[in-house]
């Protein structure tokens, strides 16, 4: 019977260490994907659109009610940060965005007047600017 037991125990021991390399092995590969995968893109809502001279301020949140927690998470880790958005002709365009802490799911791009169009209702899609 002692050598029954000593043979699990080895057998357990065995697969501790195929499971912890396996975990390793995905994690790694997981790291990679991230670091190589396309910039996380979000469909979003012009609510309010306001332009003076140089300065193009629009206030947003999600297209989609579902959006709203990828929006959310998008604004805290980006806030006061670049990014990229698409209007409906297809181009790409800088601004920066920053979280409306007093409102919930909501955000300001900011960008040069006349760099874009945007109005109110208008769909875009939003994205981290790539590093430079």
């Given at each position: 019977?002692?050598?029954?037991?000593?043979?699990?125990?080895?057998?357990?021991?065995?697969?501790a260490?195929?499971?912890?390399?396996?975990?390793?092995?995905?994690?790694?590969a997981?790291?990679?994907?991230?670091?190589?995968?396309?910039?996380?893109?979000?469909?979003?809502?012009?609510?309010?659109?306001?332009?003076?001279?140089?300065?193009?301020?629009?206030?947003?949140?999600?297209?989609?009610?579902?959006?709203?927690?990828?929006?959310?998470?998008?604004?805290?880790?980006?806030?006061?940060?670049?990014?990229?958005?698409?209007?409906?002709?297809?181009?790409?365009?800088?601004?920066?965005?920053?979280?409306?802490?007093?409102?919930?799911?909501?955000g300001?791009?900011?960008?040069?007047?006349?760099?874009?169009?945007?109005?109110?209702?208008?769909?875009?899609?939003?994205?981290?600017?790539?590093?430079?």
């Amino acid at each position: 019977m002692n050598r029954n037991f000593s043979l699990r125990l080895a057998l357990i021991a065995i697969l501790a260490i195929l499971g912890i390399a396996a975990l390793f092995v995905r994690g790694s590969a997981a790291r990679a994907a991230a670091q190589t995968s396309p910039p996380r893109v979000i469909a979003c809502r012009a609510l309010e659109v306001h332009t003076t001279a140089q300065t193009t301020l629009v206030i947003f949140h999600q297209r989609e009610k579902q959006d709203h927690p990828k929006v959310s998470e998008f604004l805290q880790a980006h806030s006061e940060g670049a990014v990229q958005f698409q209007t409906s002709d297809g181009a790409w365009h800088e601004a920066t965005v920053i979280r409306l802490k007093s409102c919930f799911g909501r955000g300001l791009l900011i960008f040069p007047a006349g760099k874009a169009k945007l109005a109110e209702k208008d769909a875009f899609e939003l994205r981290a600017a790539a590093p430079k």
